[in-house]
């Protein structure tokens, strides 16, 4: 009988020293509670804890990747997207991480997924397909600030997909090629523009020496027969034809 009871003590005794002896690893830390109240936040390496007096939360210090569901969001000019995003989050301080919230990765996620929805809901379409990256700041840092009281740090936001109707797809398209061809046609004009005052510069400067209307004259012809045409077209200077139109209109 007097070994039965000894094998129990010595059972017991195996277990008590298995519960109260804890290993930490290099990123994890134990928030001990004493009798109920915050005692210490300890860790890494061995810690003891006390059977039934003390009691332990085991907290990783390490960055969690999460993946925030598709939200569906309406931007501010009234389009329907569908938006996903990744969130990047550490805790730096276990005791508030433990103590303010009861699960601080669910709170961290329906935040984000408020925030997404709240904070893009407030730009347009075009806004959230160009300032993407501003976007991410924007969400990174209400919720970094939100999250300081649970002891959590955000430290990236990175918006994944942005979904688009394909309606909305074929009216973007529309909207490029028309924009393409604007521009096309304003760099078109610009360079007719330039170019009418080039001539108008080279019209004067001709206009400056007869001479030079003359050279020019016989360039013009000089090109023509270089060409090898059957046909040689001799354009008249405006020169010979201004007296005869005056003529004219005299004798009318």
């Known amino acids: 009988m007097f070994s039965y009871f000894l094998g129990l003590l010595i059972a017991a005794v195996v277990l008590l020293v298995m519960y109260a002896v804890r290993i930490m690893r290099e990123y994890e ?5 004493f009798l109920g109240r915050f005692q210490a936040v300890k860790g890494p390496g061995l810690i003891i804890i006390i059977p039934v007096i003390q009691t332990m939360e085991r907290v990783d210090l390490r960055v969690v990747v999460m993946d925030v569901p598709t939200q569906d969001v309406i931007s501010r ?13 550490r805790v730096v301080d276990p005791e508030r991480a433990i103590i303010n919230v009861e699960n601080f990765h669910e709170a961290v996620s329906q935040l984000s ?27 990174q840092k209400i919720l970094d600030e939100q999250t300081d009281i649970w002891g959590v740090k955000v430290t990236n936001v990175e918006i994944k997909h942005i979904d688009l109707d394909e309606s909305m797809i074929r009216a973007i398209a529309r909207q490029a090629e028309a924009e393409r061809m604007r521009r096309s046609k304003v760099i078109h004009a610009e360079g007719e523009y330039q170019a009418a005052q080039k001539l108008t510069l080279a019209a004067e400067q001709l206009a400056k020496s007869p001479n030079a209307i003359t050279l020019r ?15 040689i077209v001799f354009p008249l200077p405006l020169d010979l034809v201004q007296p005869l139109v005056k003529l004219a209109e005299k004798n009318s």
Not at 29 to 33: E, W
Not at 120 to 133: F, I, P, V, W, Y
């Open 29 to 33: 830390r134990a928030v001990v509670f």
């Open 113 to 139: 997924q408020t925030t997404l929805r709240s904070v893009l809901g407030k730009h347009e379409l075009d806004e959230m397909l160009s300032e993407r990256d501003k976007l991410n700041v924007d969400i």
């Open 217 to 231: 004259y016989m360039q013009t012809l000089i090109d023509i027969a270089g060409e090898q045409n059957s046909t």
């Open 77 to 89: 000019d009234n389009v329907s997207v569908k938006v996903n995003a990744v969130v990047y989050y």
